[in-house]
């Protein structure tokens, strides 16, 4: 008879498990964010620079529900119509510190944001005086009344004028009879809000019944970053919205609102009501909100052509573009309707969005768990959060953030020491069993069955179990993945240096490659630690010792594209279980308890 030696099932259903569970941790939500084409840095415009008009994509229109109004237009109406050039120079409103924005004098909407708190880019080099992110664009701006889906044709602006901090304007609608007046204004206390005031008046002697009127909800492209260099783990933005009616917040991903938005979808999303709609990039969006006790009547969204000035690989990345749909309004002659719009630009910021309410925050997908979106999981990814922010202000700037999850990895190793410390010893007694485990299977070669029998009763007597190594980690997958969810999503990592690492939300590439393999040691170490853990506590299964040491291998490459926050984390995470078992190895041969005694049953 052939001489094999038995591979024991519950090893291998643990060891198999083990591996299933960090594969799903890493793989299932950047399949989940897969897109048809690279992304690159949003639109970023530099002053006195001018962007290309993007074409119009082929789409088919979408009639608008039937109406009566002032003015009447036989325009067809298309969903991703860009607007007109702006005829005349903007004009500059803002929030001093935080945002400098540009606001069209004539169509009205604001054709570029400036977010004077965050960079461009970061590099090993030192940049004096850094290019600032740029959000949107004059062909789709945001925050402006969008006319051309409801028949109404405007004339040209009566008048525009400062107002409060903000600025007014006033148009007619050709025939007179209809007046629209909109103020944009910062919201007073905010950072990063805008108030948006439209008010329509009829000036005629009939009623009036207007439906079809949009605003412009901004368009981005999906991320800040190259995607050939960070494609595993890198949220991809969406357009998403909320209401009442739900429990969480609908996001709608690139395929969405790209390949798979066919008329049939479109019709359904124009019927479907929102309190709020928000377009947004992996680090930053744009928000609409309305404040009254009214909702959005429908919503679009859908992939508008990119641009080529501005961008910093001119690769004309697709953008993401949303339209929110008004309600219908009937007016007497003389009345006036008055809608009220909170906005906010800027950064996706976790605590920011969170006090906004509405479920906003849900757009970052912190509370991602496997397969599915779960409350407890948001919480504590919050948790962590801002346990990190607070041990990164104990330390200098620049190593701050890196500090903050060397902090949050020391938090967690310590929470979970019990559990590690049963963990080790258990593995440690494994080793130890491994000569008697040997002699069972040389004795019993010929009888897997009585091998595996004489095996358990081994493990019993000398009360070891066998799942003890994994164990531990399956545990730490909640925390795993909350970690994930953070390290992927929080803006604070953005551009946050440590040690060689320029910035912490992409890998760590030193400024030197191999060949053109880019260098990434914290991945590197992340491998290294991961052998060396596995050759202090080998198993006993020759199979499984293989396997684990083929995983420390295997996670480089799943590692390799990710954050270097993550590989920070683990590569920390390992160095402290390795310190761990010196400890009580240490601490072992203090009691004279080097070598487990073993039971031979």
Not at 144 to 163: F, I, M, R, T, V
Not at 261 to 274: F, K, V
Request: with cysteine; net charge positive.
């Amino acid at each position: 008879m052939e001489n094999k030696e038995a591979l024991d099932p519950i090893n291998v259903a643990g060891v198999i498990a083990c591996i299933l569970a960090f594969v799903l941790i890493v793989w299932y939500n950047s399949s989940k964010r897969s897109q048809p084409q690279e992304a690159s840095p949003p639109l970023l415009l530099s002053s006195g620079e001018e962007a290309a008009q993007p074409a119009s994509g082929a789409a088919e229109a979408v009639s608008p529900a039937p109406f009566v109004s002032p003015g009447a237009s036989s325009r067809i109406y298309d969903p991703k119509q860009p607007f007109r050039m702006p005829q005349s120079a903007a004009l500059e409103l803002g929030i001093p510190g935080y945002l400098q924005a540009s606001l069209d004098p004539q169509g009205g909407g604001f054709t570029a944001v400036k977010l004077l708190q965050h960079n461009l880019s970061k590099t090993h080099q030192v940049q004096e005086h850094p290019a600032k992110v740029v959000l949107g664009h004059y062909d789709y701006p945001f925050l402006a009344l969008n006319d051309s889906g409801s028949g109404l044709e405007l004339g040209e602006p009566g008048y525009g004028a400062a107002d409060n901090g903000g600025y007014s304007l006033r148009r007619l609608s050709k025939d007179q009879s209809l007046e629209i007046s909109e103020t944009w204004r910062p919201k007073e206390g905010s950072e990063y809000e805008l108030e948006y005031v439209v008010t329509l008046r009829n000036l005629g002697a009939d009623r009036l019944s207007l439906a079809g009127l949009r605003l412009e909800a901004g368009a981005l492209p999906p991320s800040l970053s190259n995607q050939r260099k960070a494609k595993v783990g890198e949220s991809s933005g969406g357009v998403s919205y909320g209401s009442p009616a739900l429990r969480r917040a609908k996001n709608l991903k690139i395929r969405d609102v790209g390949s798979k938005m066919n008329a049939e979808r479109q019709a359904q999303l124009m019927q479907t009501p929102a309190n709020w709609l928000a377009v947004h990039s992996k680090y930053f969006l744009f928000y609409v909100r309305f404040n009254q006790n009214e909702s959005f009547v429908g919503l679009e969204a859908n992939m508008v052509a990119g641009l080529d000035n501005g961008l910093a690989n001119g690769n004309q990345p697709e953008r993401l573009h949303g339209r929110a749909i008004l309600p219908p309004l009937s007016l007497e002659p003389g009345a006036e309707k008055r809608w009220e719009i909170s906005a906010y630009v800027g950064p996706k910021d976790i605590r920011r969005l969170h006090a906004i309410g509405g479920n906003l925050e849900n757009i970052m997908e912190m509370d991602r768990f496997f397969f599915w979106n779960v409350a407890w999981m948001g919480w504590l990814s919050r948790l962590l959060l801002t346990c990190m922010v607070w041990i990164s202000k104990l330390f200098p700037a620049s190593v701050g953030y890196g500090m903050g999850i060397v902090g949050i990895t020391l938090v967690v190793k310590t929470l979970f020491w019990p559990l590690n410390h049963r963990s080790t010893v258990s593995m440690r007694k494994m080793s130890a069993l491994n000569p008697e485990l040997k002699k069972l299977r040389e004795r019993y070669k010929d009888d897997p069955q009585k091998m595996y029998r004489k095996q358990q009763e081994l493990f019993k007597a000398n009360k070891v179990s066998q799942l003890g190594g994994c164990l531990p980690m399956l545990c730490q997958i909640p925390v795993f993945f909350a970690l994930f969810n953070t390290f992927r999503n929080a803006i604070e990592l953005r551009q946050a240096g440590f040690l060689w690492a320029v910035d912490l939300s992409m890998p760590d590439d030193l400024f030197f490659s191999l060949a053109g393999l880019p260098i990434r040691p914290f991945a590197l170490m992340m491998g290294a630690t991961m052998y060396l853990q596995q050759k202090l506590t080998p198993s006993p299964d020759p199979n499984q010792a293989k396997m684990m040491n083929m995983m420390s291998v295997v996670f480089i490459f799943m590692f390799y594209g990710m954050p270097s926050a993550l590989t920070l984390y683990m590569s920390v995470n390992q160095l402290l279980s390795i310190a761990q078992m010196l400890f009580i190895r240490r601490l072992e041969a203090r009691k004279g308890k080097t070598n487990p005694v073993i039971v031979t049953p």
